[in-house]
C-alpha cells in the first residue's frame, strides 16, 4: 500500500473534522431544545457538559487514530495487548458508518431536493397549506427520494475517490467555508427583521422559570445528551482523522476547536431560526417539519423569500454534505485496508453498496411505508437513527474511553502521551481520575437514559 496520506494544512483538518460533527441535527434540534429548555441556561450546563464530556472522546478518537496511523477497524490492532478483543469494536464501528449512511444519504437528499426547489421558484407565491403538502408528496414519491439519495451518494464518491488532499479537504474547505458565510449572513438577516428580537430573546435570555418547569434534572439530561452528541464519536468518523494528523499540534487542543466550530454553527443556527419564526408569528417546532414545512412558509411570506430559501437549504445542503464525504472518507478508508485495495476500487464498490443500503430508508415513507418497526408511524429511518444515536455512539464511545484509559486497553500513559504530542493544551495528570472513572458512569448513563 501507498504511504499514508495527511492533510495538506490545518485548517483543512479542523474544517474537516468540524464538517462531520456539524450535522443536520445541529440545525433542527439544537435551537429547539434551547428554545424548550430555558434558553441561555440550557446553553451554558450545554458548554459546560461540551468540555467535560464530548471533548475528552474526541481528544482519545483522534489520539488512537494519530497513533495507529491506520483507519477504525485497523487501529485497535496497531495499539492493542496481544491476545485482546479490542479490534472487534473496529467492525462495530465500521458497520455503524454503514448505518449512519444509510438514512443520511436519503435525509442529505431532501435538503438537495429543497434547494433546487428554492432555486428555481417553485415556492414562489405558494399558500401556506400547500407548502406543508410539497413534503408531504415529496415522502410519498419514491422516485424523488432514491433519484435525490443516489445523486448524493454519486457525488460524495466522486469526491473521496480523488484521494485525501486533492478531492476530501479540498471540496470541503470551499464548503465548510461557504457554510459559515452563508450562516453569517443569514443569521445577520434574521436579527433585522421586524419582531426577530423576541425570538433572539426566547433562544438565548435565561429564563429560570422555564427551566424549573422543565425540571432542572431533565434540563442537566438534556444538555449532556446534546453536547454529547453533536460531534458524532464512538463510530470512529473521528478517528479517520486523527490518523492523517502529524504531531505538530496537541489533541485536547484541537478537539477544543472542532467543538468550538461545532457549537458556533449550532448556536447560529437558532439566530437564524428563532428571530424569522417570531418575526412571522410561526411555531418554532422541531425535526424534520421546522426544515421542511415552517421555514419554507417563513420564506415565502419574506421579501426575496425565493433567495433566502435558496440560500438556507444550501447552507443545509453543505451541512449535510460536509458529514457525507467525512464518513464516506472513513468507510473508503477502512476499506482499503480491510481488503488491501486501491482507493479507486474501493470508491467504485462502495458507490453500489451504500446506494443498495440506502434503498430502504429512501423507500421507508411510499413502497416500504406499511413497515413501522417502532410502533404506528414510525419508519425504516426512525429505526436506523434509533440504532446509531443510541445505541452505537454511547457504547462506542464508551470503548473508545475505557481502551485509552484503562491498563487492559491502551492505557492512560499512553493516551497521555500521544494527545500531549506538539503545541497546544495538554491533558493533565490530575485529570486522571475524572477520565477513568467518573466520566465512564456519565455515558453509561446516557445510554441507559437513551434506552428507556
Request: aromatic letters at 14%.
Amino acid at each position: 500500500m501507498n504511504q499514508r496520506e495527511t492533510f495538506r494544512s490545518r485548517m483543512g483538518f479542523l474544517l474537516l473534522s468540524a464538517g462531520c460533527a456539524i450535522g443536520i441535527g445541529n440545525v433542527w434540534r439544537f435551537p429547539y431544545v434551547v428554545g424548550q429548555n430555558g434558553g441561555g441556561v440550557f446553553v451554558l450546563f450545554y458548554l459546560l457538559f461540551l468540555a467535560i464530556m464530548g471533548v475528552p472522546v474526541l481528544s482519545m478518537e483522534f489520539a488512537v487514530g494519530r497513533a495507529s496511523r491506520k483507519s477504525p477497524v485497523k487501529a485497535y490492532q496497531a495499539l492493542e495487548k496481544p491476545g485482546s478483543k479490542w479490534h472487534l469494536h473496529g467492525y462495530v464501528a465500521m458497520a455503524g458508518n454503514y448505518m449512519l449512511m444509510m438514512f443520511y444519504t436519503t435525509v442529505a437528499g431532501w435538503m438537495v431536493y429543497y434547494f433546487y426547489s428554492f432555486f428555481i421558484g417553485r415556492f414562489s407565491k405558494m399558500p401556506s397549506e400547500e407548502v406543508a403538502g410539497v413534503f408531504g408528496e415529496m415522502l410519498a414519491s419514491p422516485g424523488i427520494n432514491v433519484f435525490w439519495m443516489m445523486a448524493v451518494v454519486v457525488v460524495g464518491i466522486l469526491i473521496c475517490s480523488m484521494g485525501l488532499q486533492k478531492g476530501v479537504e479540498r471540496i470541503t474547505k470551499v464548503m465548510m467555508i461557504g457554510l459559515l458565510s452563508l450562516m453569517i449572513v443569514m443569521a445577520v438577516r434574521g436579527l433585522t427583521l421586524e419582531g426577530g428580537m423576541d425570538g433572539l430573546a426566547f433562544y438565548l435570555k435565561p429564563d429560570f422559570g422555564k427551566m424549573a418547569e422543565v425540571g432542572v434534572g431533565n434540563v442537566i439530561v438534556a444538555a449532556m445528551n446534546q453536547s454529547f452528541f453533536t460531534l458524532s464519536l464512538g463510530i470512529g468518523a473521528m478517528a479517520i482523522f486523527g490518523s492523517y494528523l502529524e504531531k505538530e499540534n496537541t489533541l485536547l487542543g484541537e478537539a477544543v476547536n472542532v467543538a468550538v466550530l461545532d457549537t458556533f454553527v449550532a448556536i447560529t443556527a437558532g439566530l437564524i431560526i428563532f428571530p424569522a419564526c417570531f418575526a412571522f408569528g410561526v411555531n418554532p417546532d422541531s425535526g424534520p417539519s421546522l426544515i421542511f414545512i415552517t421555514l419554507p412558509n417563513v420564506f415565502v411570506s419574506m421579501a426575496g423569500g425565493r433567495v433566502w430559501g435558496s440560500l438556507f437549504f444550501l447552507f443545509m445542503s453543505f451541512a449535510a454534505f460536509s458529514t457525507v464525504i467525512a464518513v464516506f472518507e472513513n468507510i473508503i478508508a477502512c476499506s482499503m485496508e480491510l481488503f488491501n485495495i486501491e482507493r479507486k476500487r474501493a470508491a467504485t464498490i462502495n458507490l453500489v453498496a451504500l446506494i443498495l443500503l440506502s434503498l430502504p430508508c429512501a423507500l421507508g415513507y411510499n413502497v416500504l411505508s406499511s413497515f413501522e418497526p417502532m410502533g404506528a408511524g414510525s419508519s425504516v429511518l426512525d429505526l436506523e437513527d434509533f440504532i446509531v444515536s443510541n445505541l452505537l455512539l454511547p457504547l462506542g464511545s464508551l470503548v473508545y474511553l475505557l481502551f485509552s484509559t484503562w491498563e487492559f486497553g491502551w492505557g492512560m500513559e499512553n493516551y497521555r502521551r500521544e494527545a500531549n504530542e506538539g503545541h497546544g493544551l495538554q491533558v493533565p495528570a490530575w485529570i486522571c481520575g475524572y477520565l477513568k472513572y467518573i466520566l465512564p458512569l456519565m455515558i453509561l448513563a446516557l445510554f441507559i437514559q437513551g434506552i428507556l
